[in-house]
């Protein structure tokens, strides 16, 4: 139950991290068809205003490789998407 005059923010956010490109559709595709809204780099509202990140596991690994071009070329391809596409990580990724 929500309090009058009381708003979610993006201070606080659920993250579920999946395992490959059809979880995490779903998991997206779950919040954003039922009358959610998307935002960038993975993350999306539900219909109460909840913040979500949708994080498939190879973008976390790709963030962090320990080489830094690799993990820049990840982290730059990220910016320019709502939901992550996994391919478009990998790819970013080695070059």
């Known amino acids: 139950m929500t309090r009058p ?3 979610h923010n993006w201070a606080f956010s659920f993250q579920v991290a999946t ?3 059809a979880e995490t559709d ?3 595709h779950a919040i954003i068809d039922s009358g ?3 935002s960038e780099c993975g993350w999306c509202q539900d219909k ?3 913040s979500w990140q949708i994080t498939p596991q190879v973008l976390i690994e ?3 490789d320990p080489d830094p071009e ?3 070329r990840a982290f ?3 910016m320019q998407m709502d939901k992550i596409d996994i391919a478009t990580i990998e790819a970013a990724r080695r070059g």
């Open 62 to 64: 790709a963030i962090s």
């Open 70 to 72: 690799a993990a820049r």
């Open 36 to 38: 959610g809204q998307a």
């Open 26 to 28: 779903r998991y997206w």
């Open 76 to 78: 730059e391809a990220m």
């Open 48 to 50: 109460w205003g909840i």
């Open 5 to 7: 005059g009381v708003r």
């Open 19 to 21: 395992q490959d490109q």
